[in-house]
């Protein structure tokens, strides 16, 4: 019975003394694949829609409110090539386009061992689209794209892994919920304009190191 309180009370220590305290601000630097698991619902000519990955550098920042609960802030910027498939007008590339949608998460940690840190998250993106359309040239019927910023929720789950004192190794998988209203201008002929729904919830699977700031 000693033994097992002992070895309780070890346990509880350690993980106290990789906890984080009130107040301070840690900052992270990744690598994260952009993964988009897109669809869409095109107006007058039908299809789908193709985007492709990326993989981008990202920064977060964390700020604990308590222990075990803190705020996190993801910044990061990607690019895509999109393309219509399967419409009237056969596939239309409809260039590149680039995402900025800085994240916001209210994570809970967690502390199993001296070491290891696992934590859950929940938050709201909103995505700005800049730059579409770029490369549209590659296809002659396509005159513009315009992309509708957005709202949206994200997902995360992940861990530290203490390295020394001052670094951690993180690994951090995101689910973004990223919809947006599409306007493809096309020239047929004549001048039109097709409306699409687009949805493109990303996975972000990331790894990198995280320190405190302060």
């Given at each position: 019975?000693?033994?097992?309180?002992?070895?309780?009370?070890a346990?509880?220590?350690?993980?106290?003394s990789?906890?984080?305290?009130?107040?301070?601000?840690?900052?992270?630097?990744?690598?994260?694949?952009?993964?988009?698991?897109?669809?869409?619902?095109?107006?007058?000519?039908?299809?789908?829609?193709?985007?492709?990955?990326?993989?981008?550098?990202?920064?977060?920042?964390?700020?604990?409110?308590?222990?075990?609960?803190?705020?996190?802030?993801?910044?990061?910027?990607?690019?895509?090539?999109?393309?219509?498939?399967?419409t009237?007008?056969?596939?239309?590339d409809?260039?590149?386009?680039?995402?900025?949608?800085?994240?916001?998460?209210?994570?809970?940690?967690?502390?199993?061992?001296?070491?290891?840190?696992?934590?859950?998250?929940?938050?709201?993106?909103?995505?700005?689209?800049?730059?579409?359309?770029?490369?549209?040239?590659?296809?002659?019927?396509?005159?513009?794209?315009?992309?509708?910023?957005?709202?949206?929720?994200?997902?995360?789950?992940?861990?530290d892994?203490?390295?020394?004192?001052?670094?951690?190794?993180?690994?951090?998988?995101?689910?973004?919920?990223?919809?947006?209203d599409?306007?493809?201008?096309?020239?047929?002929?004549?001048?039109?304009?097709?409306?699409?729904?687009?949805?493109?919830?990303?996975?972000?699977?990331?790894?990198?190191?995280?320190?405190?700031?302060?």
């Amino acid at each position: 019975m000693k033994k097992g309180l002992y070895l309780l009370g070890a346990l509880i220590i350690s993980a106290i003394s990789y906890g984080q305290e009130a107040g301070e601000l840690h900052m992270r630097v990744r690598a994260t694949g952009v993964v988009p698991m897109e669809s869409a619902k095109i107006g007058t000519i039908g299809g789908d829609v193709s985007v492709t990955n990326d993989l981008i550098p990202e920064v977060d920042f964390t700020y604990y409110i308590t222990k075990n609960f803190a705020a996190e802030l993801i910044l990061g910027t990607s690019q895509h090539s999109v393309t219509a498939v399967n419409t009237a007008l056969g596939n239309l590339d409809l260039g590149r386009v680039m995402l900025l949608p800085p994240t916001l998460n209210f994570q809970y940690h967690i502390y199993p061992t001296k070491n290891l840190k696992p934590y859950v998250g929940a938050g709201v993106n909103y995505t700005m689209f800049y730059n579409q359309g770029q490369g549209k040239g590659r296809n002659a019927a396509i005159t513009s794209v315009n992309y509708d910023n957005k709202f949206g929720w994200a997902f995360q789950f992940g861990f530290d892994y203490k390295i020394n004192d001052k670094l951690y190794w993180n690994v951090d998988v995101k689910k973004v919920y990223v919809n947006t209203d599409v306007t493809v201008g096309a020239n047929v002929g004549e001048q039109i304009y097709l409306p699409a729904k687009v949805d493109l919830n990303p996975w972000l699977i990331s790894t990198g190191i995280g320190f405190r700031l302060f």
